[in-house]
């Protein structure tokens, strides 16, 4: 019989993007009263911990494990390195490293229920070993998760064999868990099915409405939000500061206001130099309160950009750069009618390449148009509502307490 007091294990390989979608399920069962604690590559504890929620740290890769494959990454096209990172590296290299400490923390711990974020792997191993349901939370859309699955199953199932559980090649036991999502129906591709037992949550946003600085006084042109996210910045990637200035040069010729925010990724903002009058930059700001705003948000396609600026009914200029859910993102928001997307093709452009310059040059049309297309703003309102009308992500706990229940009654 299941106590009332539960212990819920999170799981996921750590960076910000993984770490992201898990919060709000963490913070849901806190609420609740139920125990809970991250795992996370120790690498990556400053995202956890960020998020107010206890972290237990397992390893990451040595680095003369991934350093190889690496060297050979950047050669890739967008979709062969997506293979690539999935397979090799998540349910490769990333599984078996973290797998002894996971193993260690759930035979101490003792879980009641695990919650895994699609990318993390090792989790799928012990929950069957120990006998603990599980559960998957989305990083995007179900056709990501489909071909996740289908990418990561070889993998697996090479380490199922070797810690003795049974062949699963095709992936079903992957499959089989209960899938929860805060991306609404209304995003989907209607040609793709959803993944079985699926539970559609509410995506959250900051409560109340803090006050933008007022950066341009007297300057009431459209608000332009251009991110490209949290990591784009980073030094291990090529997008600062070419991209970001390429970018900006691009749209500041525009009669807007460009707010531009290069995120915490340790680079100095100064290296972008001097920038036009109507631009300012910035390392960070609330989402939230620029999304509730801006005329229009530029961004990457990524998980949070994408659906933390549709659930208040902002209109996207989607500019995918490294990971092929940046492009499915990108023809969901375009198919939706939310907004545009203006892409390379990810089967010719290398993974670490910038945007072509073609691509470049599309830039300011695109969101010339979204600015001055009605439609946009109206379909990402109806985006906004069908995300407000899904249940509140606390209803999320039931599906978790059942699961347990039904496990304790076996």
């Not at 960076?15 to 690498?43: D, I, K, N, T």
């Not at 990318?119 to 929950?127: H, I, K, N």
């Not at 010339?368 to 946009?376: A, C, D, I, K």
Request: glycine share 8%.
């Amino acid at each position: 019989m299941l106590a009332s007091r539960m212990r819920v294990l999170f799981t996921t390989r750590g960076s910000s993007g993984h770490v992201g979608p898990l919060v709000p399920f963490a913070r849901a069962c806190l609420r609740a009263g139920h125990e809970v604690v991250v795992s996370a590559q120790r690498q990556f504890e400053g995202n956890v911990t960020r998020s107010g929620l206890p972290f237990s740290p397992v390893d990451e890769p040595a680095r003369d494990a991934w350093m190889p494959l690496m060297a050979k990454f950047a050669e890739f096209d967008i979709d062969t390195a997506d293979g690539v990172m999935i397979s090799q590296f998540f349910a490769g290299l990333d599984l078996r490293a973290e797998l002894p400490a996971l193993r260690a923390l759930v035979e101490s711990w003792r879980p009641d229920v695990i919650v895994r974020e699609s990318w993390e792997f090792g989790s799928t191993l012990v929950a069957e070993l120990h006998q603990i349901p599980i559960v998957r939370v989305g990083l995007g859309l179900a056709e990501m998760e489909e071909s996740s699955i289908r990418l990561a199953a070889p993998e697996v199932d090479t380490a199922r064999a070797e810690v003795g559980l049974p062949s699963d090649p095709e992936g079903e036991r992957l499959a089989d868990a209960p899938f929860m999502t805060t991306i609404p129906a209304e995003l989907e591709d209607p040609n793709v099915t959803a993944p079985a037992r699926t539970s559609r949550f509410r995506f959250e946003v900051t409560a109340g409405a803090t006050e933008l600085p007022d950066w341009w006084p007297g300057n009431v042109d459209p608000l332009v939000y251009l991110s490209f996210g949290s990591v784009a910045a980073g030094s291990h990637l090529p997008y600062y500061p070419a991209l970001y200035r390429l970018a900006i040069e691009a749209l500041s010729a525009l009669p807007i206001r460009l707010l531009v925010t290069i995120g915490d990724a340790a680079r100095e903002i100064d290296e972008l130099g001097d920038v036009p009058p109507n631009v300012h930059l910035e390392t960070w700001v609330t989402h939230d309160d620029v999304a509730r705003r801006a005329d229009v948000i530029v961004c990457h396609g990524g998980f949070g950009s994408t659906l933390g600026s549709l659930a208040h009914g902002a209109p996207l200029v989607i500019l995918p750069l490294f990971s092929g859910d940046q492009w499915a993102n990108g023809e969901a928001v375009a198919r939706a009618g939310a907004g545009m997307t203006v892409a390379d093709d990810p089967t010719a452009r290398n993974v670490l390449d910038l945007p072509s310059t073609e691509i470049l040059g599309r830039l300011a049309g695109a969101v010339t148009s979204v600015l001055n297309g009605p439609s946009y703003r109206r379909e990402a309102g109806h985006i906004a509502a069908a995300m407000r009308a899904l249940p509140p992500v606390d209803e999320s706990v039931h599906l978790l307490e059942e699961a347990a229940a039904q496990h304790g009654r076996k």
